[in-house]
């Protein structure tokens, strides 16, 4: 007998271990009986999730942890036993931004550094010409998108709040909107970057890995009093997703996984730039200029899939950084216990130790993010909101 199960997602290469772990039979192998329900918005999945509707979720993880402190919304315990993915996100700029962004980079400077400076250069100008601010979109105000894209320009001396604007926009949505001049730039998660590149509407210009070395990005996530009254079902979930990301992992199955992926009940987009993805392989440009990052995404490899608590602490950080709460030791404890490692290490028979994913957080500026001084570590940047 299998245990029916309903879990949301959205079309993202980075919900690849749910719909492998369905459609190639691992759920099936662990008794569950899996539905995956299509969503556009993430405050539907958060909603769905929070209401019962869905019993787990792909769910962004900076939701989860917002959702566990009851921030922007009616306070629902989370709990998180398996990682999507690390990184996964790019920014994506317009071909007049891209050209005006490229303008104005020093010599040697295609680093993130460099094309945030150039960013404020864009900004000054535009300011000076009297024009209107440019316009990002991201995923979700609780969101590493939103996070990522501040931490970049601000390094440059960009403020986000001041010096641009920054608008929500449901990842599918994300395309057209560049295209139809409605916003300058976004960032968002694979696949909808290459669609831009595709239709001729855009540049990715960063990879997130240029910014972060390793983001926790996209979480399976539960209620945290569903998790306790089904361990064995959160321990079979966690199973049948690590047995997916395992196999979406060999380059051997890439092809397969994309044309799974590429389903219109699924993804829905061509099988082509969802192998890219896999690959790490992008189209960067309408031109065909082609980049290769072995870390653009992580969905099992480089134990991508342990949570990892420090991960949470840093995106606590962020939320404090841009004033969407303040410090509380009780507050950060919450959000580092809403990745469950434990629950992960119990469903494989792992004892907890060993080889795992590193408990450092470190970007291209400011210092290595450490959880026990999070205040310190928010001191270091000149750009953030008054702190509480």
Same mark, same amino acid.
């Given at each position: 007998? %299998?245990?029916?199960?309903?879990?949301?997602?959205?079309?993202?290469?980075?919900?690849?271990?749910?719909?492998?772990?369905?459609?190639?039979?691992?759920?099936?192998?662990?008794?569950?009986?899996?539905?995956?329900?299509?969503? *556009? &918005?993430?405050?539907?999945?958060?909603?769905?999730?929070?209401?019962?509707?869905?019993?787990?979720?792909?769910?962004?993880?900076?939701?989860?942890?917002?959702?566990?402190?009851?921030?922007?919304?009616?306070?629902?315990?989370?709990?998180?036993?398996f990682n999507l993915g690390l990184n996964?996100?790019?920014?994506?700029?317009?071909?007049?931004?891209?050209?005006?962004?490229?303008?104005? +980079?020093?010599?040697?400077?295609?680093?993130?550094?460099?094309?945030?400076?150039?960013?404020?250069?864009?900004?000054?100008?535009?300011?000076?010409?009297?024009?209107?601010?440019? %316009?990002?979109?991201?995923?979700?105000?609780? &969101?590493?998108?939103?996070?990522?894209?501040?931490?970049?320009?601000?390094?440059?001396?960009?403020?986000?709040?001041?010096?641009?604007?920054?608008?929500?926009?449901?990842?599918?949505?994300?395309?057209?909107?560049?295209?139809?001049?409605? *916003?300058?730039?976004?960032? *968002?998660g694979a696949p909808w970057n290459s669609?831009?590149?595709?239709?001729?509407?855009?540049?990715?210009?960063?990879?997130?890995?240029?910014?972060?070395?390793?983001?926790?990005?996209?979480?399976?996530?539960?209620?945290?009093?569903?998790?306790?009254?089904?361990?064995?079902?959160?321990?079979?979930?966690?199973?049948?997703?690590?047995?997916?990301?395992?196999?979406?992992?060999?380059?051997?199955?890439?092809?397969? *996984?994309?044309?799974?992926?590429?389903?219109?009940?699924?993804?829905?987009?061509?099988?082509? +730039? +969802?192998?890219? %993805?896999?690959?790490?392989?992008?189209?960067?440009?309408?031109?065909?200029?082609?980049?290769?990052?072995?870390?653009?995404?992580?969905?099992?490899?480089?134990?991508?899939?342990?949570?990892?608590?420090?991960?949470?602490?840093?995106?606590?950080?962020?939320?404090?950084?841009?004033?969407?709460?303040?410090?509380?030791?009780?507050?950060?404890?919450?959000?580092?216990?809403?990745?469950?490692?434990?629950?992960?290490?119990?469903?494989?028979?792992?004892?907890?130790?060993?080889?795992?994913?590193?408990?450092?957080?470190?970007?291209?500026?400011?210092?290595?993010?450490?959880?026990?001084?999070?205040?310190?570590?928010?001191?270091?940047?000149?750009?953030?909101?008054?702190?509480?």
């Amino acid at each position: 007998m %299998t245990e029916p199960i309903c879990i949301g997602f959205i079309p993202l290469v980075d919900a690849a271990a749910l719909i492998v772990a369905v459609d190639k039979g691992f759920a099936a192998a662990e008794g569950l009986d899996v539905t995956l329900m299509r969503e *556009v &918005s993430w405050s539907n999945v958060r909603d769905k999730l929070n209401i019962g509707l869905f019993d787990a979720a792909h769910l962004l993880a900076p939701v989860a942890i917002a959702s566990s402190l009851g921030l922007g919304h009616v306070k629902v315990p989370i709990a998180a036993p398996f990682n999507l993915g690390l990184n996964g996100n790019a920014i994506t700029v317009s071909p007049a931004l891209h050209a005006a962004i490229t303008g104005e +980079i020093e010599a040697g400077r295609v680093d993130p550094m460099g094309t945030a400076l150039a960013l404020a250069r864009v900004v000054a100008k535009r300011r000076k010409k009297g024009m209107e601010p440019l %316009t990002f979109g991201m995923t979700f105000p609780f &969101s590493s998108h939103n996070y990522q894209l501040r931490l970049w320009m601000a390094a440059g001396g960009v403020d986000p709040d001041e010096d641009v604007r920054l608008v929500v926009l449901p990842p599918p949505y994300m395309v057209d909107s560049l295209a139809n001049g409605h *916003v300058d730039a976004f960032c *968002v998660g694979a696949p909808w970057n290459s669609v831009a590149v595709d239709r001729g509407v855009g540049h990715i210009l960063h990879f997130v890995s240029d910014i972060m070395e390793r983001a926790a990005e996209k979480v399976l996530a539960v209620k945290q009093d569903w998790a306790d009254k089904n361990p064995a079902l959160v321990a079979a979930l966690v199973r049948a997703a690590f047995h997916a990301a395992e196999y979406i992992e060999h380059p051997e199955n890439h092809l397969e *996984v994309a044309q799974i992926l590429a389903q219109p009940d699924r993804i829905g987009v061509a099988p082509q +730039i +969802i192998l890219r %993805t896999l690959e790490g392989r992008l189209k960067i440009s309408p031109d065909g200029t082609v980049r290769t990052s072995a870390g653009y995404l992580l969905l099992g490899r480089e134990e991508a899939a342990r949570p990892d608590a420090v991960q949470a602490g840093w995106l606590y950080a962020q939320m404090i950084r841009w004033g969407q709460t303040s410090l509380s030791a009780d507050a950060l404890k919450t959000a580092m216990a809403v990745f469950r490692p434990d629950l992960y290490d119990a469903a494989l028979g792992r004892s907890g130790k060993g080889a795992h994913s590193p408990a450092t957080i470190s970007s291209f500026t400011g210092p290595v993010f450490d959880p026990n001084d999070v205040m310190g570590h928010l001191a270091s940047f000149a750009i953030k909101r008054r702190q509480s």
